[in-house]
């Protein structure tokens, strides 16, 4: 952003002018949000940089159009530009204080304290003031990032600003995109400046990072069909999956599968399961299986895994499935691999065991998984990187989940699923969006689809229907199988 801001300036846009710009934005914003006619009272932080100056311009804006207006400034050395509006904000009468105390009975407060590239711990009177500011509870808005926010990583500095919204300036930093930074930053919004393409573009070059988006996850879905056609242009599908333990997992992912449109949907599980699955599925092939001691699947049946279009493997198998794990792995068919399936990569070598695949892979972990399969680092402090590294080492499509899902293939191109819900977070959940993605990937092997694309698909279409299904029953009332009854109101909604 500072090589970008740079070329701005270069190119004989002035600092001061640009900042007019930015802030009087902001303050736009601030009013259509937030009316004079509610909000009377406004404090405003103001740091030592141009974060501050931004501030202090909002501040001025809204002094203008009738707001009361006081001034937080913990630090007296200022740079020039923000010093001059500072001078200026005293000139007409706006009142600044030393004292976080004196903006306790404001009705809004907007946070100018540091934007980007802070990266130091804050300390001393103002982390005090920062944390004096969280606890009463006040409406908060962050300018560009929360005060206290690694800009990249997400990582909180010691302390940092809750602000209810963030309004991110210019481009998405990359700690909106980092789950650890999600309960701070509030509502996120971008504030688009008119930033040149050319200036982006060359400074960052083809774009690396994606945000999902609902037109991009909709062309990648395998509607409308053909009016002519037939199932076995539709993808076939092989799913492992299931145990004595865990039963239920071998039915979320069948209906997960059923839900993508799959052409052909075979399930192979324990021979136990097979009435289960045939009374929950009957339009699928169920395929009994010899069980292990602990009810594991033992071996699969001698079945020709080239005839399959893809083949999704792990929710509820157990790590007693190794032979079969192995059996998939060593097959030429593209490869979805989740829960125990990845476990049992993980002791089997993540890099040794992919790199002899002869087919695509996709893995599908969540952060306990990932550090199983990739010991490169906590994936809680910066998964975009991560995640880019570990598909690099791969070679294999990875999908982190989280609340900030990010995919990654081998190219080191990283797509972002900026929505999602925390009714996700109940056991099954991952077993569906294995189903959902088999079918998907299966139905895409015959029309030569980028990969990545049909997985961010299948991602932003799971977590659409576990926010949907979230707006109708509260976040309490979205289990494994109800996510599965909302799957189709996404589709329709989308095409609509």
Request: charge should be negative; include cysteine.
């Amino acid at each position: 952003m500072r090589e970008i801001e740079g070329r701005i300036f270069a190119a004989g846009m002035p600092v001061a002018a640009l900042m007019e710009k930015v802030a009087k934005l902001i303050a736009s914003r601030i009013e259509a949000l937030y009316p004079s006619t509610n909000t009377r009272r406004v404090g405003v932080l103001v740091g030592p940089g141009h974060n501050g100056g931004d501030a202090l311009v909002v501040a001025r804006e809204l002094h203008f159009q009738g707001y009361e207006v006081v001034v937080y400034r913990p630090i007296s050395k200022l740079k020039e530009l923000t010093s001059q509006h500072a001078q200026y904000a005293d000139s007409l009468g706006i009142l600044c204080y030393e004292q976080i105390e004196q903006l306790q009975d404001c009705d809004l407060i907007i946070d100018g304290l540091f934007g980007f590239g802070l990266e130091r711990a804050l300390e001393g009177p103002i982390a005090s003031a920062i944390n004096q500011l969280n606890e009463w509870s006040k409406l908060v808005i962050s300018i560009d990032l929360p005060s206290g926010l690694h800009t990249d990583t997400g990582e909180v500095l010691g302390t940092a600003v809750r602000p209810a919204r963030t309004f991110c300036l210019g481009l998405w930093k990359l700690a909106f995109l980092q789950d650890q930074a999600l309960e701070y930053v509030g509502t996120a919004e971008l504030i688009d400046f008119d930033v040149p393409l050319a200036d982006i573009w060359a400074v960052l070059g083809p774009p690396k990072l994606k945000r999902v988006t609902k037109t991009a996850a909709i062309a990648y879905l395998p509607i409308p069909r053909a009016p002519v056609t037939h199932k076995y242009k539709q993808g076939h599908l092989l799913l492992i999956c299931g145990s004595h333990k865990y039963g239920g997992g071998a039915i979320l992912s069948g209906l997960g599968a059923r839900a993508s449109g799959v052409g052909m949907l075979s399930i192979a599980v324990p021979e136990y399961l097979k009435p289960l699955l045939l009374a929950q599925l009957p339009e699928a092939l169920i395929i009994g299986c010899p069980e292990t001691e602990t009810g594991a699947i033992a071996s699969l049946p001698d079945i020709e895994l080239a005839s399959f279009s893809a083949i999704a493997c792990g929710p509820g198998v157990t790590k007693d499935a190794t032979s079969v794990v192995e059996k998939v792995l060593a097959s030429d068919r593209p490869l979805i691999l989740d829960a125990d399936g990845l476990n049992i990569l993980a002791e089997l070598g993540t890099i040794p065991t992919l790199s002899k695949r002869q087919a695509a892979t996709v893995l599908t972990p969540h952060g306990g998984e990932f550090k199983r399969l990739f010991p490169l680092g906590d994936p809680t402090k910066d998964r975009v990187q991560l995640v880019r590294e570990a598909s690099k080492l791969s070679g294999a499509t990875i999908l982190l989940k989280g609340a900030r899902t990010a995919i990654a293939n081998p190219s080191g191109s990283v797509w972002i699923v900026p929505e999602s819900t925390p009714a996700l977070a109940r056991g099954g959940s991952g077993d569906v969006l294995t189903g959902l993605m088999g079918g998907l990937v299966a139905a895409a092997s015959s029309k030569a689809l980028p990969l990545e694309e049909v997985v961010q698909s299948a991602a932003w279409w799971h977590a659409q229907a576990g926010i949907l299904a979230s707006q109708e029953r509260t976040e309490l009332g979205v289990d494994a199988y109800t996510l599965t009854q909302y799957l189709m109101a996404v589709v329709r909604e989308g095409v609509e």
